[in-house]
């Protein structure tokens, strides 16, 4: 690199992934996080931490660049003067919605938009990540990491002292080295089975582009117990219990023998629990076809789901979807693999994901103490549809984002209540 350029860093398979989904408009490829506090924030201290995060993600201060060969992230300059606004309002719900559904531009930067929404009596966080450069899991540990920086700055004053995740461990690749070469060829000879669908797997959504939003469900504490111990009772996980409420609901508006569900997994499960990777994308996919259940019983919903879900457990095959996407984009002008990726990563229409559980002591902010915390995914466009589950001290927050009309609105926010509905009182 010449004295006086940018610092540059590659753009990794899924980084391209997230971006071309973004192009073709099935979702608008930004994380989007919420922390509720009991008090304020040290805005100075914020900036600090935010300022002291780029170590490990240096991305955030970047711009995406491609051409039609390559692609790439260029430093362009931004602090995070440019990544902070301080936000005073009498109506903190409608300022954090107007805070969501912001859109930082990838080709500009800088890639990450922290709104702190203020009021009389506390601050709240409305976070906006590119999704292009990290995923649910990742966006969460990033939380965890710039709470540790602020606590940090508060009680000691230097942030350096912080361990970081190396900033290069950032590809799919990292996941492929750390398995056999009896796995990798079990990954390479698999084919992902692709489910055919048609408008009848499409809810009644119109959708508006122009209209994004947002739309939380909080299910009391109470519950979490409830529904573990109705689930063990089948030898079934929360999880499986989130997506048999999710069929039923969705088995009164689909016409279909089965619905097809989009099912991100971790990938992070595949490394050794001594490795740190880097933020990034190690999300994979599993695509399931459950039986429709229509008037019947949400036990029976659960009998089905743990069936496939049993079925899915152990096995290597979400894997190999990333490993076609990097043979085309180590292989292929990146004009090319644009054009190969839809062929490759074909997600289903409708789609859920447990984000999992949020750590309310890792997301305390000095003596800021969080009261309620939530992570969603991107903004999906119709026909498109997912519902993102966090949980925070047993609370679960189910998020829709969605860009459609009030219509839609009203319908989605129908269709989580009655979601909720089915699970065990």
Same mark, same amino acid.
């Given at each position: 690199?010449?004295?006086?350029?940018?610092?540059?860093?590659?753009?990794?398979?899924?980084?391209?992934? =997230?971006?071309?989904?973004?192009?073709?408009?099935?979702?608008? =490829?930004?994380?989007?996080?919420?922390?509720?506090?009991?008090?304020?924030?040290?805005?100075?201290?914020?900036?600090?931490?935010?300022?002291?995060?780029?170590?490990?993600?240096?991305?955030?201060?970047?711009?995406?660049?491609?051409?039609?060969?390559?692609?790439?992230?260029?430093?362009?300059?931004?602090?995070?003067?440019?990544?902070?606004?301080?936000?005073?309002?009498?109506?903190?719900?409608?300022?954090?919605?107007?805070?969501?559904?912001?859109?930082?531009? %990838?080709?500009?930067?800088?890639?990450?938009?922290?709104?702190?929404?203020?009021?009389?009596?506390?601050?709240?966080? $409305?976070?906006?990540?590119?999704?292009?450069?990290?995923?649910?899991?990742?966006?969460?540990?990033?939380?965890?990491?710039? @709470?540790?920086?602020?606590?940090?700055?508060?009680?000691?004053?230097?942030?350096? #002292?912080? *361990?970081?995740?190396?900033?290069?461990?950032?590809?799919?690749?990292? #996941?492929?080295?750390?398995?056999?070469?009896?796995?990798?060829?079990?990954?390479?000879?698999?084919?992902?089975?692709?489910?055919?669908?048609?408008?009848?797997?499409?809810?009644?959504?119109?959708?508006?582009?122009?209209?994004?939003? #947002?739309?939380?469900?909080?299910?009391?504490?109470?519950?979490?117990?409830?529904?573990?111990?109705?689930?063990?009772?089948?030898? @079934?996980?929360?999880?499986?219990?989130?997506?048999?409420?999710?069929?039923? $609901?969705?088995?009164?508006?689909?016409? #279909? %023998?089965?619905?097809?569900?989009?099912?991100?997994?971790?990938?992070? @499960?595949?490394?050794?629990?001594?490795?740190?990777?880097?933020?990034?994308?190690?999300?994979?996919?599993?695509?399931?076809?459950?039986?429709?259940?229509?008037?019947?019983?949400?036990?029976?919903?659960?009998?089905?789901?743990?069936?496939?879900?049993?079925?899915?457990?152990?096995?290597?095959?979400?894997?190999?979807?990333?490993?076609?996407?990097?043979?085309?984009?180590?292989?292929?002008?990146?004009?090319? @693999?644009?054009?190969?990726?839809? *062929?490759?990563?074909?997600?289903?229409?409708?789609?859920?994901?447990?984000?999992?559980?949020?750590?309310? %002591?890792?997301?305390?902010?000095?003596?800021?103490?969080?009261?309620?915390?939530?992570?969603?995914?991107?903004?999906?466009?119709?026909?498109?549809?997912?519902?993102?589950?966090?949980?925070?001290?047993?609370?679960?927050?189910?998020?829709?984002?969605?860009?459609?009309?009030?219509?839609?609105?009203?319908?989605?926010? =129908?269709?989580?209540?009655?979601?909720?509905?089915?699970?065990?009182?």
């Amino acid at each position: 690199m010449m004295p006086g350029t940018n610092r540059i860093y590659p753009a990794e398979t899924a980084d391209i992934k =997230h971006f071309v989904s973004g192009i073709n408009q099935r979702n608008d =490829h930004y994380l989007h996080a919420i922390i509720e506090f009991d008090g304020f924030l040290n805005i100075a201290s914020l900036k600090k931490a935010l300022r002291s995060t780029f170590r490990a993600l240096p991305m955030l201060t970047c711009r995406f660049v491609r051409s039609a060969e390559k692609a790439w992230w260029e430093e362009a300059g931004w602090t995070e003067d440019a990544m902070i606004d301080l936000i005073q309002t009498d109506n903190k719900e409608q300022t954090i919605q107007q805070q969501l559904i912001c859109k930082p531009n %990838e080709l500009k930067g800088p890639q990450i938009h922290i709104g702190v929404v203020r009021t009389g009596e506390n601050d709240s966080l $409305a976070i906006v990540l590119n999704h292009m450069i990290c995923d649910g899991g990742g966006i969460r540990d990033y939380l965890y990491l710039l @709470a540790t920086c602020y606590t940090t700055i508060e009680q000691q004053g230097d942030p350096s #002292v912080i *361990k970081m995740p190396l900033a290069d461990h950032r590809s799919f690749q990292q #996941v492929f080295e750390h398995l056999s070469a009896e796995q990798l060829k079990t990954i390479q000879e698999t084919t992902v089975c692709h489910y055919p669908q048609t408008e009848k797997d499409h809810l009644p959504l119109q959708g508006d582009p122009s209209h994004p939003f #947002v739309i939380r469900h909080r299910l009391a504490a109470e519950r979490f117990d409830t529904i573990k111990k109705h689930a063990k009772q089948f030898n @079934a996980t929360i999880n499986d219990a989130l997506f048999a409420a999710y069929i039923c $609901a969705m088995a009164d508006y689909l016409p #279909v %023998e089965k619905i097809i569900l989009d099912c991100p997994v971790n990938a992070r @499960a595949y490394l050794p629990t001594d490795y740190q990777p880097g933020f990034c994308n190690l999300t994979s996919n599993i695509i399931c076809a459950i039986p429709t259940h229509h008037g019947e019983c949400y036990e029976e919903a659960l009998t089905s789901v743990k069936k496939v879900m049993d079925e899915q457990k152990g096995s290597l095959s979400p894997l190999s979807v990333y490993w076609d996407l990097d043979q085309a984009y180590m292989t292929l002008p990146l004009n090319d @693999a644009i054009k190969e990726f839809p *062929k490759i990563y074909r997600i289903p229409i409708n789609g859920m994901t447990n984000i999992g559980i949020l750590d309310a %002591e890792k997301l305390r902010f000095g003596s800021a103490t969080p009261v309620n915390a939530s992570i969603s995914g991107s903004i999906k466009y119709a026909p498109y549809f997912q519902i993102a589950v966090t949980t925070f001290q047993k609370s679960m927050t189910f998020s829709t984002n969605f860009h459609g009309t009030e219509n839609d609105f009203q319908f989605l926010d =129908h269709l989580v209540t009655k979601m909720i509905g089915y699970f065990p009182e």
